[in-house]
């Protein structure tokens, strides 16, 4: 069973819109980590957050926000005001604790953001 | 501080040949990954050290692949014999225990293998 599912594929914004992007994980641990990372075209993957299952507040980071619903088992992201620089693969990836640090990344979803 | 170093970053063989991929952490890292990642997939875990120990080897097909990491800094990937389907970017990455895990993984830029 897919453990990280990122069900968009590919979106296309125009320049300062918003835009979320969906992470949907599946994991019987209690105790486990969420993480984002980003790909732009030059092919190296960037860590931008990480998450653990005991904290649900949800976090800003300048136009980066995200959004850690455990009822749902999803972690969001949203991109606010959008630039052509944030046009990459976004990749959401699940760490359970007692899983020696093994990451499962989803499909990831590529962004276009257009001028 | 200098990120993940992976050599050479671009490869071209022929089906049956074989190929090495080279990977430098960063400094203090112990633990060492090596990803495939198959264009408009996300990355898929081949071999996992901890110093220059194979934690987790599952999804390595040992008949054609193998990695070592000895002293446990940097390390190799290789493929022999090489088929079609492994084109592909092989990308490394490391991380450092520094409070309650699981840490973030730092990545390299990949070796992007093509095979004709």
């Known amino acids: 069973a897919q453990k990280v599912t990122q069900a968009q594929t590919e979106i296309s914004v125009v320049e300062k819109e918003d835009v979320t992007l969906d992470c949907v994980y599946e994991?019987?641990?209690?105790?486990?980590?969420l993480f984002w990372y980003k790909q732009p075209p030059s092919g190296e993957l960037v860590f931008l957050i990480r998450?653990?299952?005991?904290?649900?507040q949800n976090e800003i980071s300048g136009r980066y926000s995200w959004n850690f619903q455990k009822s749902t088992s999803s972690f969001n992201f949203t991109i606010t005001a959008s630039q052509v620089v944030d046009s990459a693969v976004y990749f959401c990836?699940?760490?359970?604790?007692?899983?020696?640090?093994?990451?499962?990344f989803g499909s990831g979803t590529k962004l276009n953001v257009k001028p | 501080e200098a990120g993940v170093a992976q050599s050479p970053r671009y490869k071209i063989i022929e089906k049956r040949q074989s190929v090495a991929f080279w990977c430098n952490p960063i400094?203090?890292?112990?633990?060492l990954y090596w990803y495939q990642q198959i264009l408009g997939q996300g990355p898929k875990l081949l071999i996992q050290?901890?110093?220059?120990?194979?934690?987790?080897d599952s999804q390595l097909p040992k008949d054609r692949f193998s990695a070592e990491r000895l002293k446990g800094v940097d390390s190799t990937l290789k493929i022999q014999p090489a088929k079609l389907e492994d084109s592909a970017v092989y990308l490394c990455?490391?991380?450092?225990?520094?409070?309650?895990?699981?840490?973030?993984?730092?990545f390299g830029p990949g070796t992007r293998l093509t095979v004709t």
């Open positions: 990455a490391s991380s450092h225990p520094s409070g309650p895990g699981p840490y973030e993984q730092y």
């Open positions: 994991t019987r641990d209690t105790t486990y980590y």
């Open positions: 998450r653990n299952s005991f904290d649900e």
């Open positions: 990836a699940l760490s359970e604790a007692s899983g020696f640090n093994k990451f499962y």
């Open positions: 400094s203090g890292h112990a633990t």
């Open positions: 050290f901890q110093n220059n120990g194979v934690v987790d």
